[in-house]
């Protein structure tokens, strides 16, 4: 039934269609004539906002007003307003001629030019206001787009092409972004360092990226918060959280201001494990940047997050297994855990521009990143079955006992990380040539303290059983100080011979002093376009990610000196194609990829928690296909579908394993290659935006994500018993929009139009479906000493309202 009513509402979403509506398209150019990609061209007091494409033409659609207001505006040019007399018309023509703004020292204004290799893939910011997600996080967006795969909505981490979300590198305005390395689950993540509000430009890249970029095995997500336009107070308000945004912009300077307070205690209350959840995240970002002099700018940007997760459980109860064999678990909790993650972050930057065609940027920044989790929980089980599925008599009444105890966790673990670096760039223009290179130092300090331990005592015995002792499992006591220097380099050059063809070569060494080893990673992309509709990609390079402390410390809490670099070699190639179908522009966009691992530092992965087995080495394999498709189905509104096709494989150095034959023979397994943590074969995304009830606006939201089945298997065992599997993922989640000042002309709506320039009410519905998804398992053993899994279940169906409301400017 719950099928057929996602059925019935999409076909309505489908079936509705706009009120008059009038396509206003044309060109953006430069003084000299040359077309203008990624020129935002915006209509006033509404949410229609598109970016002009690579060979700057632009097409949008909005409802009919006698007088329409677009502003254009691209980094490097003067923003542009124009007002049009639409008399009536369908489709109007307003070409845009942009003036270079020499006063704008933007790394962006470089970027714009050499970014023309197709290897990282334009985000845009504002559909992510639009998503219903749960977590409120900007890296939310990324789930839907190719190569990308994620089975838990509470945290912003993602996996890309095979890869951990430790092989995942960000950047803030060229300030590579460091994370908290203790968060074992959703629960207690929180914000992301990223505000969606502060985004101005956004770009990702799945694999293959540039030799600028540093040293991680799988993706980059650059993140910009540049220059606005103009002055904006954005506030937004709902259930799960609170914004408030402040954008100031003056001659000679500008400044962002950003504060979050989110909780995800309503969402929590639907978890397994019934309790007092107390979650309190918050977050403080601000970015101040300011010209000194005709050719020197200064930025200062400064970042506090807070996550505090406090939580007294009661009590569980969790029925598992199929229909003929069903078994149910029964906990009932004493103790509680508390949580705290607080990171600051402070970086200051410089762009000096001796000549017209030479920047210069030093940028220096500082990581300090205190964990603290402790937790002293004793939950008292009993795990039974039916003796006889098919009796009448309920299941309560007719139960077979399978073993009660108690499983008792204690932790008092603390971590802190300082993390200090420095980087010279240099961007030069000569022709047809983009040149850059840079120089970074970074020195990590990390201080580690270590003390958990487990118990399991079932029946009066404590499992595994072997002596007449009580013996603790988990048990890890440690105390580790590590002190690393790392250096890196880059020189790259983006050449064009034509329109049609860019090439863009470079290489990219390091060194570290943990490890002592010397890195050379060469990088390579084509791009070429036969026609405006046709470009086609190719991209091969040599990545390589030193360990941090993750990567460093196995089960037991001890490091290991003899730890390598993992290394990864990119190989891909792709296609993207703009056609024009139902009515409206499209995009078609393909790509291949093959990545060779090796030095390989195997893992498990437990809900958010990476666990390395330090010590250990493998080669590898990721190999898979990503397909999607883009495009404004509804005028305004940009929605996008992709299917992803990987799989995954590592062979460990020297694992066996012996096993007896019904004879008693005792022969040697080796095992060969296994299947990553992150086999992940099929990934489905869905972000679908539609107009409803014959009005610009009211809107609907939609996003649909399907992942299969994971591997996964007991802690602490060896990777070849990880035979056990995660069930799919699958998630639906929807919203529905009103911009009440839109498309109004009331007198009870006056007040309203004085003060705010937009104000939007949204209702979404997280997990429509109210599917049960497994993000890990609780294992525990019965009284024939045999172990099952019991799902840890991801949050259920729930309701949400938020208030965006975007002040004017008075």
């Not at 056609?579 to 499209?586: D, N, R």
């Amino acid at each position: 039934m719950r099928h057929l009513f996602v059925f019935v509402l999409l076909a309505l979403s489908v079936a509705s269609f706009a009120q008059k509506s009038v396509r206003v398209f044309g060109t953006v150019r430069s003084e000299q004539g040359q077309a203008l990609p990624l020129a935002e061209i915006k209509v006033a007091n509404s949410e229609v906002k598109i970016s002009s494409t690579d060979s700057g033409t632009y097409s949008l659609s909005t409802s009919y007003k006698p007088f329409i207001i677009l502003y254009v505006s691209r980094d490097g040019f003067q923003s542009e307003r124009v007002e049009i007399r639409s008399a009536k018309r369908s489709e109007i023509r307003q070409d845009f001629v942009l003036r270079q703004n020499y006063r704008q020292l933007s790394q962006v204004e470089v970027r714009a030019n050499t970014n023309r290799t197709g290897n990282l893939r334009r985000i845009n910011p504002t559909q992510v206001g639009n998503m219903p997600v749960a977590s409120g996080n900007f890296e939310s967006i990324l789930k839907t787009l190719p190569g990308v795969s994620a089975n838990n909505e509470l945290s912003s981490q993602y996996s890309v092409r095979g890869g951990n979300f430790n092989e995942n590198l960000i950047y803030i305005n060229d300030v590579e972004i460091f994370r908290p390395l203790l968060v074992r689950n959703g629960q207690q993540e929180g914000l992301s360092f990223i505000n969606p509000e502060l985004v101005s430009q956004a770009h990702f890249s799945a694999g293959g990226f540039d030799a600028r970029y540093g040293e991680k095995l799988s993706s980059v997500l650059d993140i910009r918060y540049n220059r606005p336009d103009s002055q904006q107070t954005v506030l937004s308000a709902g259930l799960l959280g609170l914004s408030a945004t402040s954008k100031l912009v003056r001659k000679r300077n500008f400044t962002l201001i950003g504060f979050r307070t989110k909780t995800n205690q309503s969402i929590l209350k639907t978890q397994p494990v019934v309790g007092s959840y107390q979650p309190r995240f918050y977050d403080l970002q601000a970015l101040h940047s300011s010209r000194i002099n005709s050719k020197l700018d200064a930025t200062l940007f400064a970042d506090y997050n807070l996550s505090r997760f406090e939580l007294i459980p009661e009590s569980r109860e969790t029925t598992f297994g199929t229909l003929n064999e069903q078994y149910k678990l029964k906990v009932d909790y004493e103790g509680a855990e508390k949580d705290r993650y607080e990171s600051i972050i402070g970086a200051v930057t410089f762009a000096y521009r001796p000549v017209s065609k030479l920047l210069l940027k030093w940028i220096n920044s500082a990581f300090i990143i205190s964990e603290k989790e402790t937790y002293d929980i004793e939950g008292r089980y009993i795990f039974d079955q039916p003796v006889d599925p098919e009796s009448t008599s309920g299941f309560e009444n007719v139960r077979a006992g399978r073993g009660e105890g108690i499983d008792y966790n204690y932790a008092r673990n603390f971590l802190q990380s300082r993390v200090y670096s420095s980087e010279l760039r240099g961007y030069y223009k000569q022709g047809r040539s983009d040149w850059e290179a840079g120089v970074r130092y970074q020195y990590d300090v990390i201080t580690d303290e270590l003390n958990e331990y487990n118990l399991t005592d079932s029946a009066g015995y404590s499992l595994p059983y072997n002596s007449p002792d009580f013996l603790l499992t988990e048990a890890v006591f440690s105390n580790n100080k590590t002190y690393t220097r790392r250096y890196s380099g880059f020189l790259q050059n983006t050449y064009s011979w034509s329109s049609r063809l860019h090439l863009n070569f470079g290489i990219r060494g390091n060194f570290n002093s943990y490890t002592k080893e010397t890195l050379v990673s060469p990088r390579v992309n084509f791009l070429y376009s036969p026609t405006k509709k046709l470009s086609l990609k190719f991209s091969a390079g040599s990545y390589n990610q030193p360990p941090f402390y993750r990567e460093l410390r196995d089960y037991n809490g001890n490091l290991n000196n003899q730890s390598r670099a993992q290394r990864s070699l990119h190989f891909l190639t792709g296609a993207d194609y703009s056609f024009v179908s139902l009515g409206t522009p499209l995009k078609f966009s393909s790509e291949i990829y093959y990545k060779k691992l090796s030095h390989l530092i195997p893992y498990k992965v437990e809900n958010l928690r990476i666990r390395y087995f330090a010590g250990q080495e493998a080669v590898g394999y990721a190999a898979g296909i990503d397909l999607s498709l883009s495009g404004e189905f509804v005028p305004g509104l940009e929605s996008s579908f992709r299917v992803s096709l990987m799989k995954t494989e590592e062979d460990i150095t020297g694992d066996s394993f012996k096993k007896k034959d019904a004879d008693g023979n005792t022969s040697v397994i080796y095992p060969g290659y296994l299947k990553r943590p992150t086999d992940q074969r099929i990934n489905f995304s869905a972000f679908f935006q539609d107009r409803l009830f014959n009005s610009p606006t009211y809107k609907v939201h939609l996003t649909m994500l399907y992942g299969s089945a994971l591997p996964v298997g007991p802690p602490r065992t060896e990777r070849y018993a990880d035979t056990f599997r995660i069930p799919a993922y699958r998630r639906v989640d929807i919203g529905f929009s009103k911009n009440i000042l839109e498309g109004s002309s009331g007198r009870k709506l006056g007040f309203a139009k004085k003060y705010f320039e937009t104000f939007q009410l949204y209702a979404e519905v997280f997990n429509l479906l109210n599917i049960n998804n497994t993000v890990s398992y609780f294992w525990i053993k019965d009284i024939n000493n045999y172990q099952y899994a019991i799902p840890n279940y991801l949050t259920s169906r729930q309701v949400n309202f938020k208030i965006i409301a975007k002040i004017k400017n008075r």
